[in-house]
């Protein structure tokens, strides 16, 4: 039996550092956007996609569904963002085949929503705090935190929204949501955790 | 120093239970609804705005503000169902200075939002729970629970909608949403217990 965390997160919670805690807490493995992109380029997994129409590639698998040079199944073309999530989807279900992990980002949730011993948490926090840690963790200014922190809450509920058919950040989407700007980073760890089965990782 | 544990829910949450639990656990007041509508009742603070008409009241005074029989300051004819939100935010704000407590519902998390030592909650769960604890709690058949179900949504939701300017059940008005069709209801009141500093009860 596995224990599968995934933390959906707002530019500037603090998730991504929330989600390393709780595996290094819970000695289980941690897969962030990183991690998957590139076990994904790696396992090929996009090949079958390029193969079916026959078209040759080399180097950094990704990088060039990215640049538009393939096609979905049976020739028809598939927009490319759908090839790279069919990819990453893979990639996350046999993550998950080798057991208990801590997933960020990458729609996880939806991912694995059949499978038993998920806990889908989301991270968010007040404007002040997400601003102050883009500006302590990035090196960006507060204007330009602000604006990044925008165009990320845009983009990742778009990218949900087209995905899963479900809106980012809709509660009825988690079990459990946490202010991190209420609580702090390691508080919100320690949360996670103490939610856990520990005989069930 | 107090602390205020504010407590939004959705019908069939068991959210009520959970704000009961948490009070008992803690050895704090509770407060809902019934309770507040009860102590604006016999507080006579609507009497104000009864006396600035120039109106006479005896008996049930919110039946009576519910009635239609009530004016605003100034004579200047107030919706009711403001006067009712504006004796039911002072009765707040007066329980709120005797100390420590868990308050359920009546746009609380609002009314409290800058008071030191606030804990805003909101409990969700999916409709599968929520219309199996409908049926148990409350009696309802399944058909009739899912329709009041999704009747009180569009009423709290329009209802703290008005009130607070704010969407109901978003996340940006709470620091802490827990699923309770996925821990159970013990469980949530004891993870809202576990973040509660129990020196500044």
Same mark, same amino acid.
């Given at each position: ?12 919670? @603090?998730?991504?550092?929330? =989600? ?29 996609f390029i193969e079916a129409s026959e078209q040759k590639v080399t180097g950094g698998l990704l990088y060039k569904?990215?640049? @538009? ?5 049976? *020739? ?28 960020? @980002? ?46 990320? &809450? ?6 949900? =929204? ?6 980012? @950040? &809709?509660?009825? *989407?988690? &079990?459990?949501?946490? *202010?991190? =700007? ?7 760890? &320690? ?11």
């Amino acid at each position: 039996m596995s224990t599968f965390i995934t933390i959906g997160r707002e530019l500037g919670s @603090g998730g991504r550092t929330i =989600g390393k805690l709780v595996a290094e807490k819970l000695g289980i493995p941690y897969y962030d956007r990183e991690l998957i992109d590139k076990a994904a380029e790696e396992s090929g997994f996009a090949a079958e996609f390029i193969e079916a129409s026959e078209q040759k590639v080399t180097g950094g698998l990704l990088y060039k569904l990215g640049m @538009g040079m393939s096609y979905g199944y049976d *020739n028809r073309v598939l927009p490319l963002s759908n090839q790279i999530y069919l990819t990453q989807r893979k990639v996350i279900k046999e993550l998950a085949e080798k057991g208990s992990c801590v997933i960020v @980002g990458r729609c996880a949730d939806d991912i694995l929503k059949d499978s038993e011993g998920l806990l889908r948490v989301f991270i968010y926090s007040d404007m002040e705090h997400r601003i102050a840690r883009a500006v302590k963790c990035y090196g960006m200014n507060e204007l330009t935190a602000k604006k990044e922190i925008r165009k990320s &809450d845009k983009e990742r509920a778009r990218h949900y =929204g087209i995905f899963t058919d479900q809106h980012w @950040g &809709d509660r009825k *989407n988690y &079990d459990l949501m946490l *202010n991190s =700007g209420k609580f702090g980073i390691e508080p919100c760890a &320690d949360i996670i955790c103490k939610l856990v089965d520990k005989s069930k990782l």
